[in-house]
């Protein structure tokens, strides 16, 4: 799938003149519009969320009856009462390029922030925890989905309508006994390959932003950028002439 955006890219940049090639260069490579690397995934969240999972240096997983989307949810009750109503924890990444969605639904207003993990380094977190499970959510049309019934229990935690399909969604899932406590991973800083705060974070705090994050202890090289997805200035160049 990779190879096979890259050689679309590619082609398509070979058929435009030399200006639109360096432009479309720049929006492919440019750390600030969000573009993903091929080998990163991305974790939407709010800036406090964030700030203490760099403090703690852990990754929690958290309760998915409190996600927002209730077709999710409701699919995860039946996975677990299917399970001996075992307790199931998830956390959910991007593979997609950051875009105006992702930004509004799953990191919303001047908080928001979205944190762009190593995807080998941190399925390497995970590695030995035979509890969790690490999927790429498949997308089905409703007919699709009809068609696969009884859904399995892998259908019931990776498995969301096609009109979903723009999230390219990956998702952490434990299953097993916690005693009541969130499941809490330790993971290097290392596994982060970048920090992108809010296109809605008001351009006189970046900077005290990008202070505060560096000041966590073995924070101070993470790249930190805020978003330009807004208010991108080579793209309205475009209307100068």
Known sequence: M???????????VALRPVAWQSLLKSVYKSDEMGSNSLNTINRYTSLASAIHMLTKKQITLLDPDTWDDRNDVHFIQKYRSRNQN???FALCFSRSDQTYHHWRVFAPGPDGVCIAFYEAKLREVFSLNSNVEIG???????????AMKPLSDENLKFLKHKRYEPEEETRIVYTGKTNGQYPTYPFPISAIERITLSPWLTKPLVDPMKSLIAKIDKCQRLKIYRSTLIDY????SLADG
């Open 2 to 12: 990779a190879e096979i955006a890259k050689s679309k890219y590619a082609t398509f």
């Open 136 to 146: 790429n959510v498949k997308y089905r049309s409703i007919g699709d989905a009809r």
């Open 86 to 88: 075992k307790q199931v």
């Open 233 to 236: 200035r080579d793209w309205q």
